[in-house]
């Protein structure tokens, strides 16, 4: 079955303690993202990858680090956690695209609680 | 840069149609407008994309006016169902990569 599974689905934490969130998609796409999802802000992006190796920031990457090294797995990090962090974490996969076009494959989401 | 405006929420009952319109003034040559669907608990779920004019699929109906500036994303018939949270969202940046702009969504309640 095509997906993008994430792990761990729920999280709780304390300031300062690292912590890595996976993300991985059967679907051979190139294009990896990761967002966080706040009430009354909607999705905003936290990296994006065009392609292994490729990573770039999106609108709100402070605080955060991701690697591609797979082309499956986009793992987001959190050096040193803070409550600020507090969100639902969803990672997305898109085929090549032509032009402007979109259509992105979204995980599970992950609830991350930062103490 | 491109940013989305939606409404916040809006209000239906079982079998209208609901439009929903997303404004994108700053829209650019090269971006498509696509809209996602979202439950509770769930990530969002594609539903149409559009570049210009109109666009029919078996869910929903996408209309785009020849400026761009907007777009409608039109659901005949809602159900129950149908209740959920719809962003509208802009591919910018394209040739310099692959930023996404989500919009903050539109909560979409259907009564019986």
């Not at chain 1, 990896?32 to 990858?49: A, N, V």
């Not at chain 1, 969803?90 to 930062?114: D, H, I, K, M, W």
């Not at chain 2, 090269?30 to 559009?50: A, C, H, K, L, V």
Request: net charge positive; aromatic share 10%.
């Amino acid at each position: 079955e095509a997906q993008v599974t994430q792990n761990p689905r729920y999280l709780i934490t304390v300031t300062g303690k690292k912590l890595t969130v996976t993300c991985s998609q059967n679907m051979n796409h190139e294009y990896m993202s990761w967002y966080r999802q706040d009430p009354g802000l909607g999705l905003r992006q936290i990296y994006y990858s065009m392609n292994v190796e490729v990573t770039d920031k999106g609108d709100v990457p402070e605080g955060y680090k991701v690697s591609r090294k797979e082309k499956r797995n986009f793992p987001l990090i959190l050096e040193s956690p803070s409550p600020n962090q507090t969100s639902l974490y969803f990672c997305a996969s898109s085929p090549p695209r032509e032009r402007g076009e979109n259509t992105q494959y979204f995980g599970p989401g992950t609830r991350l609680t930062v103490l | 840069l491109a940013k989305t405006t939606q409404p916040i929420s809006m209000d239906s009952y079982e079998g209208q149609e609901v439009n929903i319109t997303c404004s994108h003034n700053n829209i650019a040559t090269n971006d498509y407008i696509t809209w996602y669907q979202q439950f509770p608990s769930q990530g969002p779920r594609f539903i149409i994309q559009g570049y210009k004019t109109k666009v029919t699929n078996e869910v929903a109906s996408l209309f785009i006016p020849a400026d761009r500036k907007s777009s409608t994303l039109s659901l005949p018939r809602v159900s129950l169902s149908d209740t959920a949270v719809y962003y509208c969202l802009v591919v910018i940046l394209y040739n310099q990569g692959g930023k996404l702009i989500f919009g903050q969504g539109t909560e979409l309640s259907v009564k019986p």
